[in-house]
Every structure is written in structure tokens, then in C-alpha cells.
Antibody, heavy 111, light 112 residues
């Protein structure tokens, strides 16, 4: 079965950093562009960032540009999101997705 | 940015009856490659979203044929021919024609 598994979330202080990871299983990871999408508690979906299959193109939402960095390692079937200068409004479940979606990892930014 | 507006925001439906959700885009979703990258997602309570339909009308693997997508340009519709209990939750349209990727505000489907 195709599967995406996120990890790396947790409680972070404002201004802190965290790195999210997403591992892909059961499909040709290197063939697909990948994205991070977040969902604040009780809210809708918000696109965060996308990366093309060979990492040639990356895109960011204005709300995270300059603070977050998306990357991937196709040899490890893995996607990453390095998050810096975190703010309380970054608190959300972060999903890794291409066509399928992972279960998500919660990031809470609070002092 | 492309704004996607869904209607209705809430839809009480009787089991076995049809349901329909609309998604209107603030601009055409036709990509320069000729494709229209409008998808529909379903999110059950406490679960991640899952892809139902992509490129307007193509059902994703394993999606029952009671789900169908249609539309063109700026107006799109998701129809459920006969609602089943597992269809409850929130439905989102999303466009990947142009960055930033955007989502509709969501439509909550509930059983009467």
C-alpha cells in the first residue's frame, strides 16, 4: 500500500526551530512532486510549500517564505520541512502529500 | 491568489439521497498545458484528508463511483449519487493550476 508517514512535530517555543520529515512507502517517491499542507486546530487546509520531483522547483506560501525550507532526498524516499522563527500562528497539524496524504504531525508553538 | 468559494458550507442529507457541492474559482483554472487542476478532497472527523477526484473528473484509486466531478473554467461540482454514512465529513476543493495552491473553505456534509 502507498503510504506517507510524517514525524518531527512537537512543542516548540516562539522563535524556535523544528524539522519535519515524511517517509514514503509503496510507490515511486522520486516520480512525484510533494507538498506540505497544514491545518490549524478547527480550521481549514492551508498550503505551505511544494517541491518538484527532482527538487528543481520549490514554492512557498507568503506566510512561511524566508522561514521554512522544503527539501527531499529521493534516495531515502523522504521529504523534509525545516521550520525556523516559529510563531504561535504556525501551530497546526502538518501533512505531507502528493496524491495520498500522511496522518500528519502536530506542531505547537507556545511558550 | 486564486480564491475558491464553496457552496453550500453545510449540507444536511438523507442517507441514500444525492448530494452536490459547488466550487467557484476567482479565475480560470485551465493551465497552459491544457489541463484543469481542480481536485476534491474528503476529510472525515479526526482523519487526514484523502483525494477523491483530480483534474476535475478523474476519480482517484479506490474511490467509489458514486462520487463524480464535473465542471470547466471557473465552476466545478462534486456529486454524490447516494450518500452513505461514511461520506460524512468536510469536503474541500483545491486548485494546483497556479501557485500558491489554494483550498475552498470546506463544506460540511452531515446526515439528517
Amino acid at each position: 500500500d502507498e503510504q506517507l508517514v510524517e514525524s518531527g512535530g512537537g512543542l516548540v517555543k516562539p522563535g524556535g526551530s523544528v524539522r519535519l520529515s515524511c517517509a514514503g512507502f509503496g510507490f515511486t517517491f522520486s516520480s512525484y512532486s510533494m507538498s506540505w499542507v497544514r491545518q490549524a486546530p478547527g480550521k481549514g487546509l492551508e498550503w505551505v510549500s511544494s517541491i518538484s520531483s527532482a527538487s528543481r522547483y520549490v514554492f512557498y506560501a507568503d506566510s512561511v517564505k524566508g522561514r521554512f525550507t522544503i527539501s527531499r532526498d529521493n534516495a531515502k524516499n523522504s521529504l523534509y520541512l525545516q521550520m525556523h522563527s516559529l510563531r504561535p500562528e504556525d501551530t497546526a497539524v502538518y501533512y505531507c502529500t502528493s496524491r495520498i496524504w500522511g496522518q500528519g504531525t502536530m506542531v505547537t508553538v507556545s511558550s | 491568489d486564486i480564491v475558491l468559494t464553496q457552496t453550500p458550507l453545510s449540507s444536511p442529507v438523507t442517507l441514500g439521497q444525492p448530494a452536490s457541492i459547488s466550487c467557484t474559482s476567482s479565475q480560470s483554472l485551465v493551465h497552459s498545458d491544457g489541463n484543469t487542476y481542480l481536485s476534491w478532497l474528503h476529510q472525515r472527523p479526526g482523519q487526514p484528508p484523502r483525494l477523491l477526484v483530480y483534474k476535475v473528473s478523474t476519480r482517484f484509486s479506490g474511490v467509489p463511483d458514486r462520487f463524480s466531478g464535473s465542471g470547466a473554467g471557473t465552476f466545478f461540482t462534486l456529486k454524490i449519487s447516494r450518500v452513505e454514512i461514511e461520506d460524512v465529513g468536510i469536503y474541500y476543493c483545491t486548485q494546483t493550476t497556479q501557485f500558491p495552491v489554494t483550498f475552498g473553505q470546506g463544506t460540511r456534509l452531515e446526515i439528517k
